[in-house]
């Protein structure tokens, strides 16, 4: 299996992909005997992948670095890098190779100091591997502090340093740093491509892959999540049920606490077993005694992982409701779309009744102002707003369309 098999619906990605891995690996090569480098390569220092949700960029950008280390012996005989089976391919794809550092975060920022520590390891030389990788996958998360930091190490690289960014758009990233990054932009993949992957690599049966992969439209990770996890599946229901329930202000304000408490379930779940991992770790780090007392001057590291902690079960309760948010845009994309006739294929067919009687008590017009409603939450949600009155406001406007 080639590195490139779980990048789906991007030829255009992977063909550029592919090329600069050869070109990286000619490079490598010459100057291991000693030979002068090719003159023109198709190879760089930096790279920035963009696209929605689901479009699989960090795929990409994991795909493009265990390429770059492939040690694969077809390569001497014209074969191209990123076999999927030699050691630098295998380990790059799980995530052991000595020389591929992959960054993602749970908190909703990164910070300066843990890019100050991602320049020092990009300075390094490679231990094992052809090239010293770095991979961040939430670059758009990145404070402007920390996006100064890391545009220096941009600027001046290593020799064999190569930085891959990841990030929803152009936008979020400072223009400085998208400036001195080669861009891939990647599309959204078509419903049957991202079925056609659930069936192949995850034996999932072809109408369940066909359900989720159109009731995503086309988000391969949600889509996965989707088909393979009863609990997800029962979340969606419920938040496909709420548009029926916002017909007076009582149903509204219920509706938006039930959708508050549910994310909040789902952070804790998430959350509560890594929490207490992360705690008895760094008590064993810290030299806690018998009965669980901790040596003095310890309590400051213990806030410290208390303060991250719920850092990062913010970031899982937003990122819970967003995805509600994303299906109850997509329940309004269909009535709208039934409304006005259209042929397009219908995301929610399962509730296609829920659908034809929204579509019957209200216009185009009232609906448009619900999808506004909505992003106006998510926009909420992003700036900060509490909760549970973002999403108050959001119903009640669902209720008068």
Known sequence: MAVWDDLVGQERVQEQLAAAARDADALVTAEAAGEEPPAASRMTHAWLFTGPPGSGRFTAARAFAAALQCTSPDRA?????????CDGCHTSLVGTHADVEVVRTDMLSIGVKETRDLVRRAQLSPAVGRWQVIVLEDADRLT???????????????????????????????????????????????????????????????????????????????????????????????VLKLPLRVEDVGGCLRAAQELIDAAAEDARQVSEEIDAKEAEELKAALGAVAGGRMPR????????????????????????????????????????ALQLGSKVALANEDVR?????????????????????????????DTNVAPLLAVEAMTMALRTG
């Open 353 to 381: 009744d829920a659908l034809d009687r929204v579509a019957r008590s209200s216009s185009p017009e009232g609906t448009l102002r619900r999808m506004e409603a909505v992003l106006a939450c998510r926009e909420a949600l």
């Open 77 to 85: 005989l014209g074969g191209a890098p990123g076999c999927g089976f």
């Open 144 to 238: 402007e502090g920390a996006g100064n930091v890391l545009l220096k190490a941009v600027e001046e690289p290593a020799p064999r340093t190569v930085w891959l960014l990841c990030a929803p758009s152009l936008e979020d990233v400072l223009p400085t740093i998208r400036s001195r990054c080669r861009h891939l932009s990647l599309g959204t993949p078509s419903v049957d491509a991202v079925a056609d992957v659930l069936m192949r690599r995850d034996g999932i049966e072809p109408e369940a892959a066909a359900s989720a992969a159109r009731a995503t439209q086309g988000h391969i990770g949600r889509a996965r999540r989707l088909a393979t996890d009863a609990a997800a599946r029962a979340r969606r229901a419920t």
């Open 297 to 336: 001057g310890t309590a400051g590291a213990m806030k410290e992982l208390e303060d991250n902690q719920k850092r990062r079960r913010t970031r899982t309760q937003r990122d819970s409701l967003d995805l509600a948010l994303t299906d109850l845009t997509g329940f309004y994309r269909d009535v709208l």
